[in-house]
């Protein structure tokens, strides 16, 4: 009987012949998609061989989500039984795409490969983006009122007119009364504090409410509207955490964990605590319908108009509700863009950007020197990272007042500037606390802002004289004007003599012209050296001269060879942005 059975399916099955094997690019073994944009070109390598000496023949077979059936593209051979194929990937969503291979004539034995890897694709925001955070309740133009989404309308021609076109806003939810934190994260608020607008919560409402000193919905999404009408996309942030005056605590007790003595405890995330925010459980009994109602926070602010979220302290939550939820929210919304903010281990970071997240934010903040700054944006950029890991670059955030910032003065915010926006396609600045160059702390040792945004109202003087806004709008207009710096993985970094100085280039295909550029990381003094430039990266004949047009500061050299003499003062030039052309 057993050698019967054994007979059958020998008979049933098919000899292939061909094997298939280190198909590129695929992420841990087609576990994850890999990410492109709508007009990118993707090439696909693969391994096709069989025993003996007969040739192999195949193809490369690619479908979108929303189509039924398959298409075909032939492959060309490169040598050593390697093939290639290529396709534009021309909508958002994902594609599928896998190989077939055979032996000539007979196609009906073609082997197929065993698995059908995956693709997102997204916007073009989604690679290249300026974001620019502002707090409403600081908009207001009368000292000491709480700012309003109205308010806000009127600050739209100034951070259109520095470039920018990401508007994002931290939660705009009513906040607790609650364990509110009065100034400087002070335990106890005094009269008139308006608490942290993460602590979100009170009796007018939680996640699907606005607060009523900000204005109503129907404010909210006037604001969308005229926001777009300067070319900007606002940006909202999701904070899955509750304030003690949040209703869900009185609704559903069931999804929060307690200490023994039956208080809920409050958040943490070392070395910082949170008296004034409560986590969901996400493990607990009933978390079907919790994961449910996160959903629906993202569903009902998709509803009034928002497409770009920047989720807060994702690491905090299980990597399974991540990789749920945001494939269910994009099968609907493909247009999507989520920013992870997880400032943490490198492998949850990591983790993150595989399950889904369009953006993450990243180290930079803390890379200073030369050779930080190479050996971390050489990985971003060069490593299996950069098929699945956006960075998005944030020199100071409400949270973040780096020591290179708080000692170096408005030199050190000029660097910072440069670097973020020219390694990075996509960046962003907390203003109008950057521009300003707020940078004293709250005590020595810390990246607390003295004063901070974040417990209490402000009042910007937006027109002062030592602003940085003439530096960032021009900064930005080099931006758009050169589809080199609107994309990570064409950066390339040349030697120079100087350790102080950092230079590199960046070059997209069919761009007319790489971008070169050199930074003095010294806020503090001039510093000067040579740099030694692969021409080969820059597209440069090395038998022929070749101009650089500095755009920062509008003045041409002509430069042979790549060794060249550079002089930058951090108080008056602290970089060259180089246009190549020869």
């Not at 502002?134 to 989404?149: D, E």
Request: net charge neutral.
């Amino acid at each position: 009987m057993e050698e019967g059975k054994r007979a059958g399916l020998l008979q049933a099955l098919k000899v292939h012949r061909v094997v298939i094997e280190g198909v590129t690019p695929q992420v841990e073994g087609g576990r994850f998609p890999i990410k492109r944009i709508v007009g990118d070109v993707v090439v696909v390598e693969a391994d096709l061989f069989a025993d003996g000496h007969d040739p192999v023949a195949g193809v490369l077979l690619i479908r979108h989500e929303q189509d039924r059936e398959w298409k075909e593209l032939s492959l060309e051979s490169v040598g050593n039984d390697r093939w290639r194929g290529q396709f534009t990937v021309d909508r958002v969503g994902t594609y599928r795409y896998t190989l077939e291979g055979w032996i000539p004539p007979k196609r009906g034995s073609a082997t197929r490969y065993d698995q059908e890897l995956r693709i997102t694709v997204d916007r073009e925001k989604a690679r290249f983006s300026a974001w620019y955070e502002i707090f409403p309740r600081s908009c207001s133009a009368q000292p000491g009122r709480h700012g309003t989404f109205r308010d806000l309308e009127g600050w739209l021609p100034y951070i259109s007119s520095l470039g920018f076109d990401v508007l994002y806003l931290p939660p705009i939810h009513p906040v607790a009364r609650t364990q509110r934190k009065g100034k400087n994260n002070a335990l106890a608020a005094g009269p008139g504090d308006p608490g942290s607008p993460w602590a979100i919560g009170a009796r007018e409402g939680g996640h699907k409410a606005v607060h009523p000193e900000l204005g109503t919905l129907e404010d909210f999404r006037r604001l969308l509207a005229k926001a777009k009408e300067f070319g900007l996309e606002v940006a909202l942030d999701i904070a899955l955490q509750c304030s003690p005056d949040h209703p869900t605590l009185r609704e559903h007790v069931e999804w929060f964990r307690r200490r023994p003595d039956g208080t809920i405890q409050h958040a943490e995330n070392p070395p910082k605590k949170y008296e004034d925010i409560v986590p969901f459980d996400f493990e607990s009994p009933r978390w079907r319908p919790l994961w449910e109602e996160m959903k629906g926070i993202f569903l009902f602010w998709i509803k009034q108009g928002v497409r770009i979220f920047r989720v807060d302290n994702p690491h905090t939550k299980p990597f399974d509700f991540w990789e749920w939820l945001i494939t269910e929210l994009k099968r609907d919304h493909p247009d999507l863009i989520l920013l992870s903010e997880a400032f943490t281990r490198p492998k949850i970071m990591i983790r993150l950007a595989k399950l889904g997240f369009t953006q993450s934010y990243t180290y930079f903040a803390w890379r200073n020197t030369r050779w930080e700054l190479t050996d971390y944006f050489t990985e971003l950029t060069h490593s299996p990272m950069r098929e699945f890991f956006r960075p998005n670059l944030w020199p100071n955030t409400p949270d973040i007042l780096t020591g290179y910032l708080q000692s170096g003065g408005p030199a050190a915010f000029r660097v910072r500037l440069v670097l973020a926006a020219t390694l990075g396609a996509s960046y962003g600045i907390y203003g109008p606390a950057f521009e300003l160059c707020e940078n004293k702390p709250r005590e020595p040792g810390s990246e607390e802002y003295l004063d901070s945004e974040k417990y209490e109202l402000k009042r910007w003087d937006i027109q002062r004289p030592d602003s940085l806004k003439d530096l960032i709008g021009r900064v930005n207009r080099i931006r758009k004007e050169n589809p080199a710096l609107q994309r990570d993985d064409g950066l390339a970094f040349h030697s120079v003599s100087n350790d102080q100085l950092l230079c590199y280039s960046k070059r997209s295909q069919g761009s007319s012209g790489a971008i070169l550029v050199v930074v003095n990381l010294d806020p503090s003094r001039k510093q000067a050296g040579s740099v030694e430039l692969s021409l080969e990266a820059l597209g440069v004949d090395p038998s022929r001269s070749y101009q650089v047009e500095d755009l920062l500061n509008q003045a041409s050299y002509s430069w042979k060879g790549g060794k060249n003499f550079v002089e930058l003062d951090p108080d008056r030039t602290p970089a060259h942005i180089f246009r190549v052309r020869q």
